[in-house]
């Protein structure tokens, strides 16, 4: 069974930057990147499959998604963040890429993520 372990969450200030890892077990066509702050819907961030990226509007020009193939890991690079991005971040694994998360059937456990104001 596929997982993916996520980590580099933490806490930091309004207008920094943070650094996500999530590593897969076994190759995957795409991983992508999933978000779901206190009360609301998970929701897409980004998705990298060998050809594309495809990031949700909220994040374009502040998050940038990167694979390497070679290590089965996916990295998510976080600047000028806002406290509206704090959230547990998940990784997900499917075919995609895809902004729907029913497409995705492999979920890491999520690692939090606060942007302090």
């Known amino acids: 069974q596929e997982q993916l372990v996520e980590s580099g969450g933490g806490l930091v200030q309004a207008g920094g930057s943070l650094n996500l890892s999530c590593v897969a077990s076994?190759?995957?066509?795409?991983l992508a990147w999933f978000r779901q702050a206190p009360g609301r819907e998970r929701e897409f961030v980004a998705a990298?499959?060998?050809?594309?990226?495809v990031y949700d509007d909220s994040v374009k020009g502040r998050f940038t998604i990167s694979r390497d193939h070679a290590k089965n890991t996916v990295y998510l690079h976080m600047k000028s963040l806002k406290p509206d991005d704090t959230a547990v971040y998940y990784c997900?694994?499917?075919?995609?890429?895809?902004?729907?998360?029913?497409?995705?059937?492999?979920w890491g456990q999520g690692t939090q993520v606060t942007v302090s104001s």
């Open positions: 990298a499959s060998s050809t594309r990226t």
């Open positions: 997900a694994a499917g075919v995609g890429p895809s902004k729907y998360r029913d497409t995705y059937p492999y």
């Open positions: 076994t190759k995957m066509v795409t």
